[in-house]
């Protein structure tokens, strides 16, 4: 009896421990992500000075500076700018309809919006529209090409206009220096590489902790729970009782006399849901895909509509009451 007692409390004790080895845990610095190519075919989806990616902590210079975007709302559209990258030499521009219009008319608000940022701020701007579900905007019937570069001709003090993508070589290296990006961008909020890096070394170390306390919780505490049964009858008793408790529960629910509590039901109700969902997805996968591209369209018409709404609120407050 003591040694069948003893291989169930092993059992129990290695059972978390093997919990536990999935719970893995990799250190990385934080940095926002980088700005598409001028290939790039996606709207981003947050601003780049506040999306996280875990990459290597060498990535990164204490020097390097990541900007805020810039939002600001045009009635049918909004637009927002990405000032740029560390080692990029423009900056990326964003129009969101919101609104139906015709593909001229959004090249046409694209040209204009490069002309205004390029005036505000001088650097190469990469500019692409995009529709409500997050797709580059098609241009064929109006323009070249769905992407325009824009840039300031030194040697002709006038603004260059480009329907194509343009190689890195052909346009101006000012956004490659620091101290240039630090003046003109002097309005737009920014963080420096230490900041961030000081930011993603707390956010590790309490990462750590959570780990811990987990790894305490599932794998110390049933150790020593499993050691002190041995070492006191009282509680062994007390697990012995809690067994029992729990059988007559059971017992009570298997014959129908403990009637099963609101959550429980609506738990059953989802499961049932769920494996009722699963097997007509395996049934007919080609149909799940569609359904899924359906839902994912339909969360960025919705984000895109939001964002948008956000905007209007934010740049024109209501004057009522």
């Known amino acids: 009896m003591l040694g069948l007692r003893i291989k169930t409390s092993v ?28 290939a790039g075919l996606r709207r981003s989806a947050q601003p780049l000075s506040s999306t996280l990616a875990i990459i290597s902590p060498h990535t990164m210079t204490p020097d390097d500076i990541r900007f805020a975007s810039v939002k600001e709302d045009r009635g049918w559209y909004f637009v927002e700018y990405f000032p740029p990258h560390p080692d990029f030499r423009f900056s990326v521009l964003q129009l969101s309809v919101v609104e139906s219009h015709d593909a001229n008319a959004v090249a046409n608000a694209m040209e204009y919006e490069a002309r205004d940022w390029l005036r505000r701020y001088p650097v190469p701007v990469m500019v692409t529209a995009f529709s409500l579900e997050g797709d580059v905007f098609p241009l064929q019937s109006a323009r070249p090409t769905d992407h325009l570069i824009a840039f300031s001709d030194p040697t002709q003090s006038k603004e260059v206009l480009r329907w194509e993508l343009v190689a890195d070589a052909e346009l101006p290296a000012v956004a490659l220096d620091r101290t240039f990006l630090k003046r003109i961008f002097a309005n737009v909020p920014s963080k420096t590489g230490r900041e961030i890096q000081a930011e993603a070394q707390k956010h590790i170390t309490t990462l750590k902790v959570g780990w811990w306390i987990v790894f305490l919780w599932a794998v110390v505490v049933p150790l020593g729970v499993a050691v002190l049964e041995w070492w006191s009858d009282l509680l062994g008793l007390v697990v012995l009782a809690y067994a029992f408790f729990k059988a007559a529960v059971e017992a009570l629910r298997l014959t129908g006399h403990l009637p099963k509590s609101e959550r429980e039901r609506q738990k059953e109700a989802e499961d049932l849901k769920m494996r009722h969902y699963y097997y007509h997805c395996e049934r007919n996968p080609e149909s799940f895909e569609r359904l899924k591209a359906d839902n994912f369209r339909r969360e960025e018409i919705e984000r895109t509509k939001s964002q948008a709404a956000a905007l209007k609120t934010q740049q024109h407050p209501s004057t009522d009451g």
């Open 11 to 38: 059992r129990y004790v290695v059972s978390r421990i093997r919990l536990m080895i999935g719970f893995c845990f990799q250190e990385g610095s934080y940095v926002p992500d980088k700005p598409y190519s001028q």
